[in-house]
């Protein structure tokens, strides 16, 4: 099946209405039909504010996070859409992906 998928680029501990940004995600995401999604903390990352990395104790907290989500081109964009809508003003990417499953 061909679909599309979005990362969102945030920072750890991240909060959007009082809930970690994640799980803010999450509940929109399923409120648009979305099945699923993921969120993966970086061990360093390179940005706007130079290298982090997690092997110093004073960035807890402030590492890169990635949440990702996959679904047809319309609920990605409406996912999209809401989150500008929020006043959140993330750094995002998509791309064409083909999904499946295994075994049948």
Same mark, same amino acid.
């Given at each position: 099946?061909?679909? #599309?998928? #979005?990362?969102?680029? #945030?920072? %750890?501990?991240?909060? =959007?209405? =009082?809930?970690?940004? =994640? /799980?803010?995600?999450? *509940?929109e995401a399923r409120d648009l039909g ?10 360093? @990352?390179? @940005?706007? !504010?130079?290298?982090? /990395?997690?092997?110093?104790? /004073?960035?807890?907290? *402030?590492?890169? %996070?990635?949440?990702e989500f996959f679904a047809e081109a /319309? ?5 999209i859409r809401r989150v500008g809508e929020?006043?959140? *003003?993330?750094?995002? #990417?998509? !791309?064409?992906?083909?999904? @499946?499953?295994?075994?049948?």
């Amino acid at each position: 099946m061909q679909t #599309v998928c #979005v990362r969102f680029f #945030v920072q %750890e501990g991240m909060r =959007h209405q =009082h809930q970690p940004i =994640h /799980e803010w995600l999450f *509940k929109e995401a399923r409120d648009l039909g979305i099945p699923g999604g993921t969120a993966f903390r970086a061990a360093a @990352g390179f @940005g706007r !504010h130079g290298i982090l /990395e997690d092997s110093f104790f /004073e960035l807890a907290g *402030k590492l890169p %996070e990635t949440l990702e989500f996959f679904a047809e081109a /319309e609920r990605i964009d409406a996912l999209i859409r809401r989150v500008g809508e929020a006043g959140l *003003k993330l750094v995002y #990417v998509t !791309h064409q992906v083909t999904t @499946g499953m295994t075994g049948g």
